[in-house]
């Protein structure tokens, strides 16, 4: 059973730094495309980042900048590195899998498989 676990999340104050980690179980991941989402409240589910495994990565407009993806293939794991918070960021934060192997993927349809999620607030 394949499984994504994210954890790292937390409060923060803006101008604050957290990182978050995704381990995935299951089956390996180290060919296919990786990315976060998040979704605030009241509002859709959006793309924040993802990686392809040769390290080719992208973000949105917004987070570009401030926020890294990174990834440890040898531990199935994918971290996002988020630097500069801003209390716009405050969101539930997703890990996602996609069975994307020569692309980025920026669309939830993309990702086959998805963690749980992990809360993210940063105050003002």
């Known amino acids: 059973q394949v499984q994504l676990a994210e954890s790292g999340g937390g409060l923060v104050q803006a101008g604050g730094s957290l990182r978050l980690s995704c381990a995935a179980s299951?089956?390996?991941?180290?060919?296919?495309?990786m990315g976060w989402f998040r979704q605030a409240p009241g509002k859709e589910r959006e793309f924040v980042s993802a990686?392809?495994?040769?390290?080719?990565?992208d973000s949105a407009d917004s987070v570009k900048g401030r926020f890294t993806i990174s990834r440890d293939n040898a531990k199935n794991t994918v971290y996002l590195q988020m630097n500069s918070l801003k209390p716009e960021d405050t969101a539930v934060y997703y890990c996602?899998?996609?069975?994307?192997?020569?692309?980025?993927?920026?669309?939830?349809?993309?990702?086959?498989?998805w963690g749980q999620g992990t809360q993210v607030t940063v105050s003002s």
């Open positions: 996602a899998a996609s069975g994307l192997a020569f692309r980025l993927g920026y669309y939830q349809y993309e990702y086959d498989y």
């Open positions: 299951g089956r390996t991941f180290a060919s296919n495309c």
């Open positions: 990686m392809m495994s040769d390290g080719i990565t």
